[in-house]
Nanobody
Framework: QVQLVESGGGLVQAGGSLRLSCAASGSIFSINVMGWYRQAPGKQRELVAV???????NYLDSVKGRFTISRDNAKNTVYLQMSSLKPEDTAVYYCKREDRYSDGRVYAAYWGQGTQVTVSS
C-alpha cells in the first residue's frame, strides 16, 4: 500500500508563489506517474500537471508557464512550484500516483488527502 502525504498549501495574494510537496511511502513501483489535480467548489477535479518516472511532463493549458512539476525519485517526492498565482487557481490540490506495468497499464492508483490553496485578489 502506498501513502501520499501532501504539504505546502495555504493562503497567498495574487501574483504570489507556493510550492506543494507530495511524499510517497510504502511499496514503490519503479514505473509510475505522479501528478497534481485540483478541485474548486462546484467544479470537477481537473489535471494540473503530471510527471513520469522518466521525467516527461504535461500541464493544463492555463498553468503552462506559471507552474512547474518536478520529482525527486530518491525521496519518492513530487513537487509543484506555482508562481504568478491567480484567484482562479484557488482549489483543493490533490496528489496522485499511478503505478504502471511496463506496457503502460495501470496497476494501482493512489490519492493524497488534498491541500487547500487559496489565492486572494
Amino acid at each position: 500500500q502506498v501513502q501520499l502525504v501532501e504539504s505546502g498549501g495555504g493562503l497567498v495574494q495574487a501574483g504570489g508563489s507556493l510550492r506543494l510537496s507530495c511524499a510517497a511511502s510504502g511499496s514503490i513501483f519503479s514505473i509510475n506517474v505522479m501528478g497534481w489535480y485540483r478541485q474548486a467548489p462546484g467544479k470537477q477535479r481537473e489535471l494540473v500537471a503530471v510527471i513520469t518516472s522518466g521525467g516527461s511532463t504535461n500541464y493544463l493549458d492555463s498553468v503552462k508557464g506559471r507552474f512547474t512539476i518536478s520529482r525527486d525519485n530518491a525521496k519518492n517526492t513530487v513537487y509543484l512550484q506555482m508562481s504568478s498565482l491567480k484567484p482562479e487557481d484557488t482549489a483543493v490540490y490533490y496528489c496522485k500516483r499511478e503505478d504502471r506495468y511496463s506496457d503502460g497499464r495501470v496497476y494501482a492508483a493512489y490519492w493524497g488527502q488534498g491541500t487547500q490553496v487559496t489565492v486572494s485578489s
